[in-house]
């Protein structure tokens, strides 16, 4: 696609259901990251594929959160368990090897848990 | 102290100003971002810089590497310029990205 593909748009689970958030970077970009925006904040990093270097995971909350990325292209953020605490709207970008590539979002996926 | 500082936090303006919005940052970096976000909306990209200055439209981007100081200028302000404009800089040691918190730009009519 000509962008930045994510799904679904909006999710609305009960606590303690897992999720599964789907990120299809542009074609090429090598780069993945994911953050998470509740209301009214900034963004929150969670993290960061680059080829096929060990991710860096340091942003994620908790044990709960994993992401993966297959084939160095979509990336999949699971949230196990889910808590009310994790309602936000989570957000991928992506962006050319070598770090110094425009960035490009995705609409992002508002995640609700009631 | 974080290591990307925007200023001002609010700005409120009336429309046709000339705004300028700054970024600081104490790490070494291999490109600095400037970023919109709408109000509900999703973020869009305004300019990637590493030296000099970028113009697009209204809006104009400088990076001064040596001072460690940006600034995104918009001219003849508008109503749909209000928005929350985000500094974001790419670290040169690991090229992960470290943000500002944001500049919420409101222009009146």
């Known amino acids: 696609g000509a962008g930045v593909s994510q799904s679904p748009s909006n999710k609305v689970t009960e606590k303690g259901k897992d999720v599964e958030l789907r990120c299809d970077p542009i074609?090429?970009?090598?780069?993945l990251y994911w953050y998470r925006q509740s209301l009214g904040q900034g963004l929150e990093f969670l993290i960061y594929?680059?080829?096929?270097?060990?991710?860096?995971k340091s942003g994620l909350p908790s044990d709960r959160f994993s992401a993966e990325r297959t084939g160095g292209s979509v990336s999949t953020l699971t949230i196990q368990r889910t808590q009310q605490e994790d309602s936000a709207v989570y957000l991928c970008?992506?962006?050319?090897?070598?770090?110094?590539?425009?960035?490009?979002f995705g609409e992002g996926s508002r995640l609700t848990v009631l | 102290k974080n290591e990307v500082e925007q200023s001002p936090q609010n700005l409120t303006a009336q429309e046709g100003e000339f705004i300028t919005i700054n970024c600081s940052y104490s790490?070494?970096?291999?490109?600095l971002h400037w970023l919109q976000q709408h109000p509900g909306g999703g973020i869009v990209s305004l300019f990637m810089l590493s030296s000099g200055k970028k113009k697009h439209g209204r809006l104009i981007a400088t990076i001064n590497i040596q001072e460690k100081h940006s600034s995104l200028h918009i001219t003849a302000s508008h109503p749909r310029d209000s928005a929350v404009y985000i500094c974001a800089v790419r670290s040169r040691s690991n090229y992960q990205l470290i943000w500002g918190a944001g500049t919420k730009l409101i222009i009146k009519p």
């Open positions: 594929f680059q080829g096929n270097s060990a991710p860096d």
């Open positions: 074609s090429g970009h090598t780069a």
């Open positions: 790490v070494g970096i291999s490109a």
């Open positions: 970008a992506s962006s050319l090897e070598g770090g110094t590539g425009e960035l490009f």
